[in-house]
Nanobody
C-alpha cells in the first residue's frame, strides 16, 4: 500500500514563502510521476505542478508559473513544492499524488492513483 504524507503547510503573509514536502512509502518511489494539487473551499481540485520519475519533465500551472517550483529526491522518496511570492488566492489544501505513468506529467486528478491527506496553506493579505 502506497502512502503519502505531506508536511510544511501553514499561515504566511502575502509575498512570503513556504516549502511543502511529501514523503512516499510502500513502493518504489521511482515508479511514479508525482503531482501537487490544491483545493480551495467550494472549488474543484486543481493541478499545481507535476514531475516525471526522473525529474526530466516538470510542469506547473500557469497561475503559479515563476513562483512555484517542484522537485524530487528519489534517494529520499520525497517530492517538494517550493512556493514563493505567495498570494491570498493560493490559499487551499494542498495534496501530493502519485501517478504510475512514471514518464508522463498529467494534469488531471483521475490519472493519479494515490493521494496524501493534504496540508493547509493559508495566505493572509
Amino acid at each position: 500500500q502506497v502512502q503519502l504524507v505531506e508536511s510544511g503547510g501553514g499561515l504566511v503573509q502575502a509575498g512570503g514563502s513556504l516549502r511543502l514536502s511529501c514523503v512516499v512509502s510502500g513502493d518504489t518511489f521511482g515508479r511514479y510521476a508525482m503531482g501537487w494539487f490544491r483545493q480551495a473551499p467550494g472549488k474543484e481540485r486543481e493541478f499545481v505542478a507535476g514531475i516525471s520519475w526522473s525529474g526530466a519533465r516538470a510542469n506547473v500551472a500557469d497561475s503559479v508559473k515563476g513562483r512555484f517550483t517542484i522537485s524530487r529526491d528519489n534517494a529520499r522518496n520525497t517530492v517538494a513544492l517550493q512556493m514563493n511570492s505567495l498570494k491570498p488566492e493560493d490559499t487551499a489544501v494542498y495534496y501530493c499524488a502519485a501517478d504510475p505513468h512514471w514518464s508522463t506529467v498529467h494534469r488531471t486528478p483521475g490519472e493519479y492513483d494515490y493521494w496524501g491527506q493534504g496540508t493547509q496553506v493559508t495566505v493572509s493579505s
